[in-house]
T-cell receptor, first 115, second 114 residues
Framework: GDSVTQMEGPVTLSEEAFLTINCTYTATGYPSLFWYVQYPGEGLQLLLKATKADDKGSNKGFEATYRKETTSFHLEKGSVQVSDSAVYFC??????????????FGAGTTVTVRA | DAMVIQNPRYQVTQFGKPVTLSCSQTLNHNVMYWYQQKSSQAPKLLFHYYDKDFNNEADTPDNFQSRRPNTSFCFLDIRSPGLGDAAMYLC?????????????FGPGTRLTVL
């Protein structure tokens, strides 16, 4: 079935460092891809998404490009801040006709940014 | 702002004592979901409503029930909570069932079972 493999954490960085979190997927067809962020004690917030190959999602300085050839959707940010400390989940949904809506999540990557 | 609201944010119940968690939305979305998230794990889908149509995931225990009296509200009922049901419960909504749609999550209710 459809699945997401996400870089394991925890990841600890200094402020202004470059962040990358690897995410690869297994799916038939062309799923939609998402990055969600979860701050301590909170629900999930959509960070960015891409719905077709070569699309780039971006938000709050984060970027990820939907790469069909490598089945990847890696998350990057050029200069992290302490406020970026959170758990990041890569997820996919579709394109199965029966389960199009279902989000398949990666295990989550905990990122801690030190001042 | 349009949003997904969950009440209460923290709920403490006793072993075996029924508990109800509440979710409301101002997005006017057709689909509402309930997820269970245990510590350091990804969310796990329990069930969803598309309008009034209820869909239970195959591995959701019978102990978990849900009600959706109208478009805006959805409730999660745990009939006899066990210690293993302690978790964060997340409500989410989406406009419809297409995979490209974003699911919008509420802040969650953290359930403690004593």
């Amino acid at each position: 079935g459809d699945s997401v493999t996400q870089m394991e954490g925890p990841v600890t960085l200094s402020e202004e460092a470059f962040l990358t979190i690897n995410c690869t997927y297994t799916a038939t067809g062309y799923p939609s891809l998402f990055w969600y962020v979860q701050y301590p004690g909170e629900g999930l917030q959509l960070l960015l998404k891409a719905t077709k190959a070569d699309d780039k999602g971006s938000n709050k300085g984060f970027e990820a490009t939907y790469r069909k050839e490598t089945t990847s959707f890696h998350l990057e940010k050029g200069s992290v801040q302490v406020s970026d400390s959170a758990v990041y989940f890569c997820a996919l949904s579709g394109p199965s006709p029966l389960n199009d809506y279902k989000l398949s999540f990666g295990a989550g990557t905990t990122v801690t940014v030190r001042a | 702002d349009a949003m997904v609201i969950q009440n209460p944010r923290y709920q403490v119940t006793q072993f075996g004592k029924p508990v109800t968690l509440s979710c409301s939305q101002t997005l006017n979305h057709n689909v509402m979901y309930w997820y269970q998230q245990k510590s350091s794990q990804a969310p796990k889908l329990l069930f969803h409503y598309y309008d009034k149509d209820f869909n239970n995931e195959a591995d959701t225990p019978d102990n978990f029930q849900s009600r959706r009296p109208n478009t805006s509200f959805c409730f999660l009922d745990i009939r006899s909570p066990g210690l293993g049901d302690a978790a964060m419960y997340l409500c989410a909504t989406s406009r419809d069932m297409a995979g490209s749609n974003t699911q919008y999550f509420g802040p969650g209710t953290r359930l403690t079972v004593l």
